[in-house]
């Protein structure tokens, strides 16, 4: 099978012929046909995230078609429609799995970095990790909701009742978890990089009620922040942003170093918190959730073998809405 392969951090993907994978009790074999490029992707890529298996294949936003079904598979059968996310497999077994943190498993597995992903023509998973996609999306439409969606909404769950939400990094899953909060009735305050007007227009096309520069103070103070640009500088700034009580959420995998701030902006009861990963139970919510939105993604198709085009404008913030692998 056709696919882009990565051999060693900080290197290009290689385009490969590499042998279609074989399927494992539990496991289905899906004909890949869209996959979308997240930044998850380019902190693996660019050896930000420590010990990637490799070679590896990345890519972790995965929608295609089951075309062979392993030992003991029944909740999929031959021609049905799956995607698969970041959260590839758990153990079932430690503290967390026995308490409904099957996200922070410590022996986790993700798909697209300790398991091979969906930058090719086929891949493997455990149909347990897998989801069915609403018919309402072309396959390339429902890709980005696959990673970007689904950190999107656990850090919006994160926010609890928020009215007035700051979105830090208008990018894939911004723009589908403003579409979210918009349609629970918050206003969307969104920043951007310093200058960057075309992201701040296409935010206001979302509904936003504001939307500058990450380096300036929003025109009222906000319940909650979210952060998804991997930007650490912008933690304090958004402590700044939001009023007493408030909480703001780091939703990325990486982030730069945090710089040290007065503890006056953490006072008055305002807390930080990260999102790790995802659980099903995220999946199931917010896959049976975007089509009342309904959720609309705004994407831009590559052929898989421009994956390195793709991941590059990204890297650049060159992308409005998500960057997706199609197969030709």
């Known amino acids: 099978m056709r696919s882009m392969v990565l051999h060693s951090p900080g290197q290009s993907l ?18 890949v046909s869209a996959c979308a490029v997240c930044r998850t992707d380019l902190h693996v890529v660019d050896g930000e995230l420590a010990n990637p298996k490799l070679p590896l294949i990345p890519g972790h936003e995965i929608v295609g078609r089951v075309v062979k079904t392993g030992e003991g598979v029944a909740r999929f059968k031959v021609g049905d429609r799956v995607g698969i996310p970041w959260l590839g497999w758990t153990c079932g077994e430690c503290r967390y799995c026995g308490t409904g943190r099957e996200n922070l498993c410590d022996r986790a597995r993700f798909t697209g970095y300790t398991l091979d992903g969906g930058y090719a023509e086929f891949t493997v998973a455990d149909e347990r990790f897998c989801f069915p996609i609403p018919d309402r999306y072309t396959d390339a439409e429902a890709a980005p909701l696959l990673c970007a969606g689904l950190i999107g909404y656990r850090s919006l769950l994160k926010t609890g009742d928020a009215r007035t939400l700051a979105i830090y990094g208008f990018g894939a899953a911004a723009h589908i978890v403003a579409q979210v909060a918009r349609h629970q009735g918050r206003s969307v305050f969104a ?52 009023a007493r009580g408030g909480i703001v959420v780091c939703g990325g995998i990486h982030m730069s170093d945090i710089p040290s701030f007065p503890y006056e902006l953490l006072w008055q009861e305002r807390s930080v918190c990260s999102v790790a990963n995802l659980t099903r139970r995220d999946g199931q919510g917010f896959l049976a959730l975007a089509p009342r939105v309904p959720i609309r993604t705004e994407i831009e198709s590559f052929p898989l073998r421009d994956a390195n085009v793709a991941m590059g404008r990204l890297r650049t913030g060159h992308l409005q809405g998500a960057a997706v692998l199609v197969m030709e």
């Not at 300036?216 to 912008?234: Q, R």
């Open 191 to 242: 920043f951007t990089r310093p200058g960057d007007v075309a992201a701040q227009r296409f935010a206001k096309t979302l509904g936003v009620v504001w939307a500058g520069d990450s380096n300036v103070a929003p025109p009222e103070e906000l319940d909650a922040a979210v952060i998804f640009a991997p930007a650490g500088e912008l933690v304090p700034q958004a402590l700044r942003a939001v």
């Open 14 to 31: 290689n385009e490969t012929e590499w042998p279609q994978p074989k399927t494992d009790v539990g496991q289905v074999l899906v004909r």
